[in-house]
Nanobody, 115 residues
Framework: QVQLVESGGGLVQTGGSLRLSCAAP????????MGWHRQAPGKERELVAR???????KYADSVKGRFSISRDSARNTVYLQMNSLKPEDTGVYYC?????????WGQGIQVTVSS
């Protein structure tokens, strides 16, 4: 069973910053994409950002200019730098990795932005 290990969540005030990390097993080769989704209370899960193996990135419109995703391929780790956080960024953030058309998910990590 593939396990993605997430870290870096927590409570922060509006305007603050957090950095999320997600590590896939070192033995997991051939990952084509890694990224983050989030689920706010009472809402559906949505894509926040993703990075492809070639380096291309995609962001939700709501986080463009504030969040930045990066990937350390040697460590199978993806990072999400979140700046200028807003209360609407509150939710559970889920890391994912795609390999051979299968998507593997982390357990989720809570991010809470207080107003």
């Amino acid at each position: 069973q593939v396990q993605l290990v997430e870290s870096g969540g927590g409570l922060v005030q509006t305007g603050g910053s957090l950095r999320l990390s997600c590590a896939a097993p070192q033995s997991m080769f051939g990952i084509s994409a890694m990224g983050w989704h989030r689920q706010a209370p009472g809402k559906e899960r949505e894509l926040v950002a993703r990075v492809m193996s070639g380096g291309s990135t995609k962001y939700a419109d709501s986080v463009k200019g504030r969040f930045s995703i990066s990937r350390d391929s040697a460590r199978n780790t993806v990072y999400l730098q979140m700046n200028s956080l807003k209360p609407e960024d509150t939710g559970v953030y889920y890391c994912y990795a795609v390999r051979d058309r299968f998507t593997y998910w982390g357990q989720g990590i809570q991010v809470t932005v207080s107003s």
